[in-house]
């Protein structure tokens, strides 16, 4: 049996504001020598409802060790990625670089 290889794997999830259609991406990093499937379900602090995301795409980068997971999109009311959101974020250990992505 080979040396199993740790990874650098980064999970994307893009916020949704349903009145205007914005969209934000946030991001967590970690470390592990397992990497979801598409189709696999993922857990983390920052979701209440549901409490787990299904990852829909993956993204290898082996030059860098890097691979990037994105799970379904999150769609919220709030008019705009409020302070409050932007706070519970950090304090769940994601990032955001508070840029809007096109449509």
Same mark, same amino acid.
């Given at each position: 049996?080979?040396?199993?290889?740790?990874?650098?794997?980064?999970?994307?999830?893009?916020?949704?504001? /349903?009145?205007?259609?914005?969209?934000?991406? @946030?991001? $967590?990093? %970690?470390?592990? &020598?397992?990497?979801?499937?598409?189709?696999?379900?993922?857990?983390?602090?920052?979701? /209440?409802?549901?409490?787990?995301?299904?990852? @829909?795409? $993956?993204? %290898?980068?082996? &030059?860098?060790?890097?691979?990037?997971?994105?799970?379904?999109?999150?769609?919220?009311?709030?008019?705009?990625?409020?302070?409050?959101?932007?706070?519970?974020?950090?304090?769940?250990?994601?990032?955001?670089?508070?840029?809007?992505?096109?449509?």
């Amino acid at each position: 049996m080979g040396v199993v290889r740790r990874m650098k794997i980064v999970i994307n999830q893009v916020f949704i504001e /349903k009145s205007t259609n914005k969209r934000y991406i @946030v991001s $967590k990093e %970690f470390e592990n &020598s397992i990497v979801p499937n598409v189709g696999d379900k993922i857990w983390d602090t920052l979701w /209440k409802d549901p409490f787990e995301y299904e990852v @829909v795409e $993956k993204i %290898f980068d082996y &030059s860098s060790n890097k691979c990037d997971v994105f799970v379904k999109p999150y769609k919220y009311e709030v008019s705009n990625f409020t302070k409050l959101y932007r706070e519970m974020i950090v304090l769940h250990n994601w990032n955001t670089n508070e840029c809007m992505l096109d449509d």
